[in-house]
């Protein structure tokens, strides 16, 4: 399903948490939210996360809100308070290794797949951030800019987010020479100055084709052998 329940509406100012009493009002409990952190990375893994938020107060997460828009220290606290508040959640890590064999677009939708799978509490109804996932077995919705309309996907968000970069901090200290611990595996001038002298690391994603010019596998107007499809620079973060 890409589309609301028959009959029913979410007003544009319906705040954070319209969506799930809308939902609800629908008689749709439990709701999850699902969205991911790294897909624009050209090194470190990919995470999923998956979260079900309570009804009422108690699903009310102080400081929520997109992961991206939250400073480090602020989604720590929002993360904890997530953990603990959720009926239910989990994350789900696809290495650099899986995402080059798939391809970066089936990985984001396995990697959703599974988050909504490892769920201790069956949702009745998902909410995605952007595009529709199929194979939930559970009705769901694609909600543009979900993270930042959806409490339920805004959690999930901060739970990848979070999870994600705990991760790269550790393969900061297994591959100092990258920074990984600054900028978490997307495209700096500093990761750029790293790639070039030290070539790629085994926890670089070889998909992407800046990674390949710094193993010598294209030249430097990007022709040479690439097969499959590519990314070429991820220069902004996407989650």
């Known amino acids: ?85 959720a009926l239910a959640w989990s994350v789900v890590v696809i290495d650099s290794e899986e995402c080059d064999r798939l391809g970066m677009h089936v990985a984001n939708v396995e990697a ?30 694609a909600v543009w800019k979900g993270d930042r309309v959806a409490a339920c996907i805004a959690a999930a968000s901060v739970v990848a987010k979070v999870t994600r970069d705990r991760i790269m901090c550790e393969l900061d200290d297994a591959w100092p020479s990258y920074d990984f611990r600054t900028h978490k595996g997307y495209i700096t001038e500093t990761h750029s100055a790293a790639l070039t002298q030290h070539g790629p690391s085994p926890v670089h994603r070889m998909r992407f084709v800046n990674v390949r010019r710094a193993a010598g596998l294209v030249d430097s107007v990007g022709s040479g052998p690439a097969p499959g499809p590519m990314a070429a620079h991820a220069e902004t973060e996407d989650a």
Request: glycine share 14%.
């Open 1 to 85: 399903m890409t589309h609301l329940p028959e009959g029913m509406t979410v007003r544009r100012d319906a705040g954070l948490y319209g969506y799930e009493r809308a939902l609800r009002r629908a008689g749709l409990d439990p709701i999850a939210g699902v969205d991911e952190a790294g897909r624009g990375a050209c090194a470190g893994p990919l995470v999923a996360g998956a979260v079900v938020l309570p009804p009422g107060k108690a699903g009310i997460v102080p400081g929520l809100a997109d992961s991206k828009l939250l400073t480090e220290k602020a989604r720590e606290r929002v993360y904890a308070q997530v953990v603990r508040r």
């Open 112 to 141: 959703l797949r599974r988050a909504v799978a490892r769920l201790d509490t069956r949702p009745a109804y998902v909410l995605t951030d952007g595009f529709p996932v199929d194979g939930l077995e559970v009705p769901g919705l």
